[in-house]
């Protein structure tokens, strides 16, 4: 079954290529995603417990309502293809730039503050281990996260977006290199000291993808060097962290180690969500976990509402995991009727391909379709939709901020209107 299941996908892919002849079309590449998933999974089936057919049969059925939801969103749209450049005006205002810039930086000194406290609670003698072991193990039962100064992380993405597309998005560039791979370092170091894959991914995909729906660079070469990127991330913060090697190991030592991480960690969701859905009790918990941060709010308010942890727990395939691909939370609230939200995940991602692949689109849209092909890219991982829904709160506030409120043909219709005459 699950070669059968990658050989529909396979025609999904081909399919969805044909709709608009473009790579970065989001229905092309959740199938193309989950293909190779699928594919990978595959070769390595030996290293894992057996998985059911039933459960690509859910993949492919999840990646066909995908495909539907973006076909309907971008129903009868050519996109761009060519060198192409943002509406005139739609980019923050260099006042807003240098204001936000100013802002991070503030920003940046309390969030290195913090990490170094972190990193220095115990209990290895590795300092981004015990900022790690903090973040992600005992925060939930001491609070020993980042706080508040976690939100800067967005704001700094924010500045990284709004360098990159003053440099790309004109004939003419408006932002230096400087500035540029300024802002980029100071978003790396906010992303390496969340001690998390997860948190730098979206500042790679967001200087990547950018440039890609502006076709200031192919977007398959961009896909390669998405790749290799990506592959370097996942084995420097894995010696880093000592998971499946360290610096101090040889090549050989660590090459066997990290392999085996990267099988486990890519495609070892698809056995521990086979673990999940085998064992799962027929009572479903009605939107607990797609809609935990409502929740958590409501909580916080007095209400009484629940809040589930983030963090779940291990299945053993036979090596322990806790991830469960992008389907779990919605298998969980609303049994096998969860799949159905691909279809409006496919419209979200179509919908947003289709503003930003216009002739001049709005800078607005160029970066909020980038930014959500990182929940798209980590589908096979886990859900970083509806269950992370205050980043997602805290980006569209930003974005309101720097495109909307503050963008240069905003400011310049306020003052216009200031010194009108009355």
């Known amino acids: 079954m699950a070669i059968l299941a990658a050989c529909v996908m396979l025609l999904l892919v081909v399919a969805n290529y044909l709709l608009h002849r473009d790579v970065l079309y989001p229905g092309f590449l959740q199938a193309m995603l989950w293909f190779a998933a699928i594919v990978f999974f595959l070769i390595n089936r030996a290293t894992f417990i057996p998985v059911s057919g039933s459960v690509f049969v859910l993949f492919l059925a999840g990646s066909l309502l995908f495909a539907m939801g973006a076909f309907v969103a971008t129903y009868d749209h050519r996109p761009v293809l060519t060198r192409n450049q943002l509406l005139e005006g739609s980019i923050p205002t260099k006042g807003t730039v240098i204001a936000l810039a100013g802002t991070v930086l503030v920003g940046l000194v309390l969030y290195v503050n913090r990490a170094s406290a972190l990193a220095s609670s115990g209990p290895s003698t590795n300092p981004y281990v015990n900022l790690r072991y903090a973040l992600s193990v005992t925060w939930e039962e001491t609070g020993g996260d980042l706080g508040v100064v976690s939100y800067f992380i967005p704001c700094a993405y924010g500045l990284v977006a709004s360098t990159v597309l003053g440099r790309h998005g004109f004939n003419s560039p408006r932002i230096s290199r400087l500035v540029v791979a300024i802002a980029v370092l100071v978003g790396l170091v906010f992303g390496v000291l969340s001690s998390g894959r997860s948190v730098l991914l979206p500042l790679i995909i967001i200087v ?3 440039p890609a729906v502006l076709r200031v660079r192919s977007p398959a070469k961009t896909a390669r060097t998405l790749g290799i990127l990506i592959a370097a991330l996942f084995v420097l913060v894995g010696l880093a962290l000592g998971k499946g090697g360290d610096f101090a190991s040889t090549i ?30 027929p009572d479903l918990e009605m939107g607990i976990n797609s809609f935990r941060t409502i929740l958590k709010v409501l909580n916080a308010l007095g209400f009484g509402t629940p809040v589930v942890p983030l963090v779940q727990p291990y299945a053993d395939i036979p090596m322990s995991v806790n991830v469960y691909t992008a389907y779990q939370p919605y298998i969980k609230d609303f049994g096998l009727a969860g799949t159905v939200v691909l279809f409006g995940l496919g419209f979200g991602h179509g919908w947003l391909y289709r503003k930003a692949t216009i002739q001049t689109p709005r800078a607005v849209y160029v970066f909020l379709f980038s930014l959500s092909l990182f929940p798209l890219v980590m589908q096979v991982f886990q859900d970083m939709y509806l269950s992370v829904l205050s980043t997602w709160i805290q980006y569209s506030a930003i974005s309101i901020v720097l495109f909307g409120l503050f963008s240069e043909q905003n400011v310049r219709m306020r003052t216009w209107l200031a010194r009108r005459p009355a």
């Open 252 to 281: 050989q030592d660590n090459w066997v180690g990290i392999r085996q991480s990267f099988v486990l960690y890519s495609v070892g969701s698809i056995p521990s969500f086979d673990t999940f859905v085998h064992n799962r009790g």
């Open 208 to 210: 990547l993808i950018i």
